[in-house]
């Protein structure tokens, strides 16, 4: 059994509420309804019966909640909750009514801080900014988390390396350009992440373009710094660095640049030093090997919201709603 198959099996043991807000996009219905027959979630759809009705058209959407904003019960007490959160940024009553009917990713983050839904996935048609801005102004971060950051879920076909082809990319979403500190806290995230969704030992190597002192530069001295501080922060989890990525993936290379090392040709978890690095990589094996990437999926939001790219596809769609509800059953 693939790793999104294993991840739908888990979503059906526990039913949870996700919000699709996105319901302009005929992906959504597509997935939509895909998630209902196989009873992945349950879903709330935002928007008005007549729009959803239109463009669900040919597909069996009869099991999702219709929410119409404009004709909830609930929206007014999602517009005092709104005003509660936001009045330190002076937010009014009319500013708050006037967001939560014009922009449905708001209302969908709402409804997830209310507790109405369990988690939210959108971006097939907005970008990243617009996705999570709501929700770190809303949900904000997770206790004890130090940086909301992304990651993917790359599932390789006959690969031989990571977990039997499974790996984590992070950050290849989100975070542009993180200090040493950050970087080490993405380690740790994308660590904890890879144990809760793939199930096996996270090994996880800091990239760079040089193998531990290889080459010298102040990007490899960010990646060596980010190692030390992940290595004290998170002793629980086996981490190194720095590491090419051969090094860091393939045993014999592994061995050879880095002889003895635990995690060099072992690595399933593998940290890019920023966000060129982390997105070129990701798109790069999604194309050239034909990996399924899932993601980018967020990590350290107090309650799960996950993005997604506008090049994504109806099964893309599918697999981060199915991770959601996981990721909501662990909260």
Do not use: W
């Amino acid at each position: 059994m693939g790793f999104i198959d294993e991840i739908k099996v888990r979503a059906k043991s526990n039913r949870q509420t996700i919000v699709l807000p996105e319901t302009e996009d005929r992906r959504t219905y597509e997935a939509a309804a895909e998630i209902l027959n196989e009873d992945i979630a349950n879903l709330i759809l935002v928007g008005k019966k007549e729009d959803i009705e239109k463009g669900g058209e040919g597909l069996d959407l009869s099991k999702a909640t219709i929410i119409d904003p404009a004709t909830s019960e609930k929206t007014s007490s999602y517009i005092e909750l709104l005003v509660e959160l936001r009045k330190s940024k002076g937010m009014t009553a009319e500013q708050a009514e006037a967001l939560l009917l014009k922009d449905y990713l708001y209302y969908g983050v709402m409804m997830v801080k209310a507790g109405d839904a369990d988690g939210m996935v959108a971006g097939a048609c907005h970008s990243t900014a617009d996705v999570l801005r709501p929700s770190l102004q809303i949900l904000k971060t997770k206790p004890g988390t130090k940086l909301v950051s992304s990651f993917f879920v790359m599932v390789v076909p006959d690969c031989e390396y990571g977990a039997d082809g499974t790996f984590v990319f992070s950050d290849a979403g989100l975070c542009q350009n993180p200090t040493a500190e950050e970087l080490a806290a993405i380690a740790g995230s994308s660590a904890a992440s890879f144990e809760q969704l793939v199930g096996k030992e996270p090994v996880v190597a800091l990239l760079s373009h040089s193998t531990m002192g290889s080459a010298k530069h102040a990007d490899v001295d960010k990646v060596v710094e980010a190692t030390k501080i992940a290595k004290e922060t998170y002793p629980n989890f086996k981490i190194d660095g720095e590491f090419q990525t051969d090094a860091a993936i393939v045993p014999s290379v592994g061995q050879s640049k880095a002889p003895g090392n635990e995690i060099a040709g072992k690595a399933n978890v593998l940290i890019f030093p920023d966000l060129d690095a982390g997105n070129i990589g990701y798109k790069l094996v999604q194309r050239l090997a034909k990996a399924e990437a899932y993601g980018p999926v967020t990590q350290g939001i107090s309650k799960p919201v996950n993005d997604l790219s506008r090049g994504c596809s109806a099964e893309d769609i599918v697999g981060v709603i199915a991770i959601t509800a996981v990721q909501a059953q662990n909260m």
